[in-house]
């Protein structure tokens, strides 16, 4: 994919692209976590994923590596919308835990939960491309997410996809919350600064 497209356009077509690409690499999220470098993922103490919908990368083997090989000192968190509007809140998340549908009926940990702040998030995506740009559903949660957070503290940001759904340049917006690295089931690439 060459040309570039206004956003709206853009993401009909890569939900499409995504769709057909879940049912051609269904072992996509087995595959990027062989493809992680771990032991650059040892210094973050609250990792952020996800509960994937639809067709989005299952962060699952991701994260459940990253917190295996740093035990005893990760946790996990998961986002939970409260409206429309606000940035996502993170929760911390231990697999037994029982999930409650946020404000768009994602699961999500419960309001018993204590709140954190990650400092690793693993974003699921539409697009990317190798400048860290990154193409979501179009809501900006994540954008307004990862600018609160950033404010605080450093916050390195991993988007997970299909390799094909790289584009040569995401069109940004001066809003819009860049990548730090990308993995895929080919690669993992971290993006220069």
Same mark, same amino acid.
């Given at each position: 994919?060459?040309? *570039?497209?206004?956003?709206?356009?853009?993401?009909?077509?890569?939900?499409?692209?995504?769709? /057909?690409?879940? $049912?051609?690499?269904?072992?996509? =999220?087995?595959?990027?976590? +062989?493809?992680?470098?771990?032991?650059?993922?040892?210094?973050?103490?609250?990792?952020?994923?996800?509960?994937?919908?639809?067709?989005? !990368? $299952?962060?699952? %083997?991701?994260?459940?590596?990253?917190?295996?090989?740093? =035990?005893?000192?990760?946790?996990?968190?998961? #986002?939970?919308?409260?409206?429309?509007?606000?940035?996502?809140?993170? &929760?911390?998340? /231990?697999?037994?835990? !029982?999930?409650?549908?946020? @404000?768009?009926?994602? #699961?999500?940990?419960?309001?018993?939960?204590?709140?954190?702040? #990650?400092?690793?998030?693993?974003?699921?995506? *539409?697009?990317?491309? &190798?400048?860290?740009?990154?193409?979501?559903?179009? =809501?900006?949660?994540?954008? +307004?997410?990862? @600018?609160?957070? +950033?404010?605080?503290? %450093?916050?390195?940001?991993?988007?997970?996809?299909?390799?094909?759904?790289?584009?040569?340049?995401?069109?940004?917006?001066?809003?819009?919350?860049?990548? $730090?690295?990308?993995?895929?089931?080919?690669?993992?690439?971290?993006? =220069?600064?």
């Amino acid at each position: 994919m060459t040309e *570039l497209l206004d956003k709206s356009a853009l993401r009909v077509r890569l939900r499409a692209l995504r769709r /057909r690409l879940a $049912d051609q690499v269904p072992d996509v =999220a087995e595959r990027a976590a +062989r493809r992680l470098p771990l032991s650059r993922f040892s210094r973050f103490s609250v990792v952020g994923a996800y509960c994937p919908m639809g067709s989005e !990368v $299952d962060p699952t %083997p991701i994260l459940r590596a990253i917190l295996e090989f740093n =035990a005893g000192h990760a946790k996990a968190a998961l #986002p939970v919308a409260v409206d429309r509007d606000s940035p996502l809140k993170f &929760r911390l998340w /231990r697999a037994q835990d !029982v999930l409650a549908p946020d @404000a768009f009926g994602i #699961p999500a940990p419960p309001a018993s939960a204590p709140d954190v702040e #990650p400092n690793l998030v693993i974003t699921p995506l *539409l697009g990317f491309d &190798r400048k860290g740009g990154r193409l979501g559903q179009g =809501a900006g949660h994540y954008d +307004r997410t990862l @600018a609160n957070l +950033r404010a605080v503290r %450093p916050v390195f940001v991993l988007g997970l996809a299909f390799s094909g759904q790289e584009v040569e340049a995401v069109p940004m917006d001066p809003h819009d919350q860049r990548l $730090d690295a990308i993995l895929t089931e080919t690669e993992f690439m971290e993006v =220069a600064r």
